[in-house]
């Protein structure tokens, strides 16, 4: 099994978990405690970023530099510039499939 997909697993788990017992957690209250409402708003973030950034750069456990960079960097240009998402996919999309067709992989 790789890397990739026991992280997808843990965080269909995590994921699984966390719903399954915010009713139990909470019982009978209808608001989620402050220090639960600050973890899921801040965690997915960094889960999704450090995700991206390691399918991203890396091949068979190597650093690499190629077309999924420039598509990340024009991602990130246009989620700079308040893009919406579906338009920011496609910049990045093309900016890959360009690169891709006038650099090479």
Same mark, same amino acid.
Do not use: C, H
């Given at each position: 099994?790789?890397?990739?997909?026991?992280?997808?697993?843990?965080?269909?788990?995590?994921?699984?978990?966390?719903?399954?017992?915010?009713?139990?957690?909470?019982?009978?209250?209808?608001?989620?405690?402050?220090?639960?409402?600050?973890?899921?708003?801040?965690?997915?973030?960094?889960?999704?970023?450090?995700?991206?950034?390691?399918? +991203?750069?890396?091949?068979?456990?190597?650093? #690499? !530099?190629?077309?999924? *960079? %420039?598509?990340?960097?024009? &991602? $990130?240009? +246009?989620?700079?510039?308040?893009?919406?998402? #579906? !338009?920011?996919?496609? *910049? %990045?999309?093309?900016?890959? &499939? $360009?690169?891709?067709?006038?650099?090479?992989?």
């Amino acid at each position: 099994m790789s890397n990739a997909v026991v992280v997808m697993v843990s965080l269909a788990a995590g994921t699984y978990v966390l719903k399954a017992f915010g009713p139990l957690l909470l019982a009978n209250e209808r608001s989620l405690p402050l220090w639960l409402k600050r973890f899921a708003t801040l965690i997915p973030t960094p889960l999704l970023a450090a995700l991206v950034m390691t399918s +991203a750069i890396t091949n068979d456990d190597q650093i #690499v !530099f190629d077309a999924r *960079i %420039a598509g990340v960097v024009a &991602a $990130i240009i +246009a989620l700079s510039k308040r893009v919406p998402f #579906v !338009f920011v996919v496609i *910049i %990045a999309a093309a900016t890959t &499939a $360009i690169w891709r067709l006038l650099i090479g992989s």
